[in-house]
């Protein structure tokens, strides 16, 4: 069909609110649309600052990318627009904010929370994969939380580039070994990555912390992790069969939305 007249959006279409947050590459504010208030989300990106990292080639490529997903566990990117200074991002509010934080707040998660966000995460890369879209560079950072729907979003570099997370080795510890051994990667490095959040939600620490990146690689190309004494069997079976070296070998998304650990989770109240 022909392509929708998208209107060029400006930022006096909207009423700027409050300030959700910021960091390296750019401030979040709360906003409302004025001629609808429609409720959205505009983060602020300095051109200059985009150029002078080289982003512009990655943030197109998400915007290309995010514009044309459409599920209830991805973050919706509306659109986007510019001007002379800066570049706009039109995002979904999600009024529980990112889960990184979630998570630090209560330290770790009980087994069925943890169970129900990680089904729906795995419900969002099952239609991810589906688009042929794969490594969206998974963690706590990367989710966010709306009404107690878990919602992926690809951050890119911005705000959430270990600008919250203490580790030294911030986003690497969701790294499979195929990646820490720079080899071929395909989509199943979400499969790893879904075990080692589900390692984390659970746990409260990633399962291949260490205090220095080549322990770090280690540890990570040698599975080598235990698991805490007060995780159930089924969640020690789940990440097991997730946590893999060989991508061959690690459960698909279908078989993990129907382990027992998910399965004796969710609540048939949805
Ligand atoms: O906790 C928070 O983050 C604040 N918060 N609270 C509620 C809430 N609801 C929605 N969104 C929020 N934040 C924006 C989330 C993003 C989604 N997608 C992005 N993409 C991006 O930044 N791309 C990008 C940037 C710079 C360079 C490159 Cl290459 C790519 S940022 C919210």
């Given at each position: 069909e022909g392509t929708k007249n998208k209107?060029?959006?400006?930022?006096?279409?909207?009423?700027?609110?409050?300030?959700?947050?910021?960091?390296?590459?750019?401030?979040?504010?709360?906003?409302?649309?004025?001629?609808?208030h429609f409720v959205v989300v505009l983060k602020f990106m300095k051109k200059k600052q985009l150029t002078e990292c080289r982003l512009e080639k990655q943030l197109r490529r998400e915007i290309d990318i995010q514009s044309h997903l459409k599920h209830p566990n991805i973050l919706r990117l509306y659109g986007y627009f510019w001007d002379d200074l800066r570049i706009y991002l039109i995002l979904e509010?999600?009024?529980?904010?990112?889960?990184?934080?979630?998570?630090?707040?209560?330290?770790r998660f009980n087994e069925s929370k943890a169970a129900n966000y990680i089904s729906q995460v795995i419900q969002g890369f099952i239609y991810l994969h589906?688009?042929?879209?794969?490594?969206?560079?998974?963690?706590?950072?990367?989710?966010?939380?709306?009404?107690?729907?878990?919602?992926?979003?690809?951050?890119?570099?911005?705000?959430?580039?270990?600008s919250k997370r203490k580790t030294l080795c911030g986003t690497l510890e969701y790294l499979p070994p195929e990646m820490v051994r720079n080899e071929e990667y395909d989509f199943r490095v979400d499969y790893w990555a879904i075990g080692v959040?589900?390692?984390?939600?659970?746990?409260?620490?990633?399962?291949?912390?260490?205090?220095?990146?080549?322990?770090?690689?280690?540890?990570?190309?040698?599975?080598d992790f235990q698991f805490p004494i007060f995780f159930s069997n089924e969640a020690q079976d789940f990440i097991r069969r997730l946590l893999k070296r060989s991508p061959s070998e690690r459960m698909t998304l279908e078989m993990a939305l129907r382990h027992p650990w998910i399965l004796r989770n969710i609540c048939d109240d949805g």
């Open positions: 209107r060029q959006w400006t930022i006096d279409d909207f009423e700027i609110g409050k300030h959700l947050g910021s960091g390296k590459f750019g401030k979040v504010y709360l906003a409302r649309e004025k001629q609808t509010y999600a009024p529980e904010g990112d889960v990184f934080s979630e998570l630090r707040r209560c330290y589906s688009q042929g879209v794969i490594h969206r560079d998974l963690k706590p950072e990367n989710l966010l939380n709306s009404c107690g729907s878990i919602k992926i979003a690809d951050f890119g570099w911005s705000i959430h580039s270990n959040l589900t390692y984390e939600f659970l746990a409260g620490d990633t399962p291949f912390e260490s205090l220095s990146k080549p322990e770090l690689y280690k540890r990570i190309d040698a599975t």
